[in-house]
């Protein structure tokens, strides 16, 4: 009697209508129940309604009011948290596949089995790859995952190495290679073997991709300028376009430096062999002519050619530097001729940094630092080291060099990979004029700073260059970092646009084709132009594919490197070691502070910074924490921090501040 039946259909309707309806993403507690946490509003999630769901998916919920009480109801799912994911294996007292899922906030276990295609007998805290089959939102009874790759067994000191790289799907193997090379020339190549070019990199190095020669100009027997002639190794004269070499590489885009080892690129006897330029062997190149006077300014174009060259020497940074510097090491040039290539290398790059702090923009000096590892991949120390004049030497250089590409790109091919940085992102300029007026600006200079940093004026090359010359005066590191949060992300185009972050009109890199994928496609869009033919106009996939590999090697760098660091610090827990940091950020739950010393990110819990929550206050504008109405702390701030617990198994570094 109810089929059918029109008022019922009605009510029904009208109850659905009368639901209120919120979407967001659960948060779990170490409790039984949660939150869904919606753009402006937080619900309670009792523990009745948990167990359908788990931390991290976003759901629709109906809301429910008893009083002034607030609760929500669990409709549907609209995204999972899990799909692909990793775990560490466990087992029941029945022995039965369970998996403990590698995030903070999933505590529970999710039954699983195995895929036929994993062959390794699987044991207690392996790492494995699952994927989620079942979830209780979408019509099953419960969770239920499938082991489908085996990563590692639980005991391998490598697993931060591994795990890490089956988490964001890169390989940890290096591309397989041919078994023989062929070398294809198109171009007639200039035998340049007598040049007297020179290597300066890492002792450790093996993929040397750049080799340099400098010669002074003359004119009436004066010193007018510098000749720099580039050598960049050319691994696309052994690698044919449409070859799996070719594939692999425009899939993996970049070598991946992590601590210990690199994966590379490209084959190691291509990388580290046959295009290496190691010292007195004959290799294949793409030479750059370039020509600057004598303060720094390019003087002509540049003339790019396809050559033989022989490095004749393989130097290390820290011996041309304390050879420069005058640190008695007992280093010295093995010849006269090393020697002068050294000394003549130091005046052009002395007039390059003079002529980019002029016109462009110089980096700001910042210790890179790494991890010296033991044989079972156990990390022995942590050290940081900043960038010497030899260092320099070869940056000024190579950056001179891409300058050069782009502007010979532009002009010749009209396509490329050029490496653009368009600034303040739009809807941020407004901002950024207000926060340098506010912190920069006074009665007397106001009108002028206005003009000076209009929104149209910081979003063009000649203005933001301007804007950051200003703010290099003041020693305070706030400024700068503050300055982060507007920025928008560098992007590669097919079509010449200025690198702000640079403060240069042109950019694109060719000096590591070794390395880097985006160097292989401009090296072959030079050969084109050298060779008179129409260039290869720029696959746009290339660029997105260049884009999602650099955000996943950095990813991994990270990943791995907060899990060294989680293991070097946690023996030292108990000896309460200060180290001196720098505020990096400021959220709404704590302060992270980077020791300075080993680059470690420690994160310091506002609760353990003051006793009564209500009289601290966040100011997401100004990145700093205010305690009883004074700002007590902000982004760039010297602190002294303690550790107070490490937790390996999370990765996790926690601290206090030593007030």
């Known amino acids: 009697m109810f089929q059918n039946n029109p008022l019922l259909a009605q009510l029904k309707q009208q109850i659905e209508a009368s639901k209120e309806y919120v979407e967001g993403v659960v948060k779990t507690t170490d409790k039984s129940y949660g939150f869904l946490e919606c753009d402006k509003n937080s619900y309670f999630i009792p523990p009745q309604e ?20 607030e609760q929500v109801e669990v409709d549907s799912l609209l995204e999972p948290m899990l799909d692909r994911f990793i775990a560490q294996v466990k087992f029941n007292k029945d022995g039965k596949l369970q998996l403990a899922v590698d995030h903070p906030s999933i505590k529970s276990l999710i039954p699983a089995n195995t895929h036929k295609k994993v062959e390794h007998k699987l044991a207690e805290n392996d790492w494995v790859v699952a994927q989620l089959k079942t979830h209780p939102l979408r019509d099953d009874r419960f969770f239920f995952a499938q082991v489908t790759q085996f990563i590692c067994k639980a005991d391998d000191n490598f697993a931060p190495w591994w795990v890490t790289l089956a988490r964001h799907e890169q390989p940890r193997e290096p591309v397989a290679g041919e078994k023989s090379y062929t070398l294809a020339d198109s171009l007639e190549r200039e035998d340049l073997t007598d040049l007297y070019f020179t290597t300066i990199d890492s002792p450790s190095t093996q ?64 990388s580290d062999e046959l295009c290496s330029l190691v010292p007195n062997e004959k290799r294949p190149a793409l030479v750059a002519y370039i020509e600057v006077d004598l303060q720094g300014n390019i003087s002509g174009e540049t003339r790019f050619t396809s050559a033989w060259v022989e490095s004749k020497a393989k130097l290390a940074y820290n011996d041309v530097s304390d050879f420069i510097e005058k640190v008695d090491n ?7 001729q090393i020697e002068q290539q050294i000394n003549w290398l130091h005046q052009f790059t002395l007039a390059r940094i003079d002529w980019r702090s002029k016109n462009a923009l110089l980096f700001k000096e910042q210790g890179d630092y790494y991890f010296e590892l033991n044989e079972d991949g156990s990390v022995r120390d942590i050290h940081v080291e900043y960038r010497r ?49 506010d912190t920069l600006g006074n009665e007397q200079n106001y009108k002028e700073l206005s ?6 004026s910081l979003a063009t090359l000649e203005g933001y260059c301007e804007m950051r010359r200003d703010i290099e005066q003041f020693p305070e590191n706030f400024l700068e970092m503050r300055l982060r949060r507007y920025l928008t992300f560098a992007e ?63 990813m991994v760098e990270r990943d791995i490197a907060d899990w060294l660091y989680a293991r070097y610090l946690a023996p030292m827990v108990e000896k309460n070691i200060e180290f001196e940091g720098e505020i990096h950020d400021v959220s709404r739950g704590g302060l992270r502070v980077k020791v300075l010393e080993n680059g470690a990110s420690i994160f310091v819990p506002f609760s353990t910074i003051h006793p009564n929550k ?15 109405g004074e700002k007590s702390y902000q982004i760039g701030q010297q602190v002294k921090i303690k550790l107070k617990e490490v937790r390996i198994e999370t990765r996790s570094i926690v601290g206090e501040l030593v007030i």
């Open 50 to 69: 948990m167990k359908k769901i788990m931390h991290g998916d976003k759901i629709r919920a109906v809301v429910k009011r008893d009083g002034d009480k």
């Open 207 to 270: 993929d040397m991709d750049d080799a340099l020669y400098i010669e002074p100009i003359e004119q009436n027997g004066e010193q007018t300028g510098w000749r720099l002639v580039v050598a960049i190794a050319d691994p696309t004269a052994y690698i044919p376009l449409d070859s799996n070499i070719e594939k692999a590489a425009r899939q993996r885009c970049f070598t991946n430096y992590l601590p210990g080892f690199n994966i590379p690129m490209l084959p190691r006897e291509l």
């Open 330 to 336: 007992h280093w010295r040039p093995e010849t006269e």
């Open 389 to 437: 004049i030899a260092n320099q030497m070869i940056e000024e250089s190579m950056i001179l060099a891409n300058i050069c590409a782009a502007q010979y790109l532009d002009k010749y091919a009209h396509t490329g990979v050029f490496n653009t940085h368009s600034g303040f992102d739009i809807k941020n300029l407004e901002l950024v004029q207000k926060f340098l007026l």
């Open 451 to 456: 003009q000076r940093y209009a929104p149209e």
């Open 492 to 554: 590669f185009k097919t079509e010449c646009a200025p690198h702000l972050g640079l403060g240069i009109s042109h950019y694109a890199t060719w000096t590591s084709p070794i390395r880097k994928y985006g160097d292989m496609v401009n090296h072959r869009l030079i050969k084109q132009v050298l060779a008179q033919e129409n260039p290869t106009a720029v696959d746009e996939s290339i660029l997105v594919r260049l884009q999602e590999a650099r955000k996943q090697n950095r």
């Open 614 to 628: 209500e009289e601290m206050l966040y100011n997401p504008e100004e990145i700093a924490l205010y305690i009883k």
